[in-house]
């Protein structure tokens, strides 16, 4: 009788742990706010590609259209729009500009990291539609 309580609590424990983590993800996808925050990894790019004419110290044309010290700033909808954009312009290989790709072919982004770039921005569009 002892042996089976004790079965019958590790069959429990199992199930609620597979239950947690079943249901861990779904959370994840379905949690608001969404964080449109930029990725660490990503962000790491952008500061190594784009920031010296996308950041605060920029040329103002460049700075004033996308700004990533401004980000945080951004509305969602804003955000939104501008990781659309950075995936649309890395796609066509127009940013950075052809001068910079030029003389500077290590800021070029791989096409594996402008694959990770499209996909968030189209997780940020529609949050738990990727894949
Ligand atoms: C040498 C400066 C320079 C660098 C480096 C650069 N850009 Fe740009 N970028 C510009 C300028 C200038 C414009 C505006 C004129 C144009 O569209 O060509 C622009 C425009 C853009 C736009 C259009 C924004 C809008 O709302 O119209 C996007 C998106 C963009 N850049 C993304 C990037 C990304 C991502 C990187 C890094 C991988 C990058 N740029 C690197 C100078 C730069």
Known sequence: MKRVARSFLFFTGVASALFFLNTMPLNAQEGKPQNTSIPDSLNMLFHKSCISCHGSKGELMSKSLLNFDKWQNYSDSKKI???????????????????????????????????????????????????
């Open 81 to 131: 729009d501008k990781a659309a954009m950075i995936c649309k312009m890395l796609t066509k290989g127009e940013m950075p500009p052809k001068a910079v790709r030029d003389s500077k072919p290590e800021l070029v982004p791989t096409k594996e990291q402008v694959d990770a770039i499209c996909k968030w921005a189209s997780v940020l569009k529609a949050p738990g539609t990727a894949e």
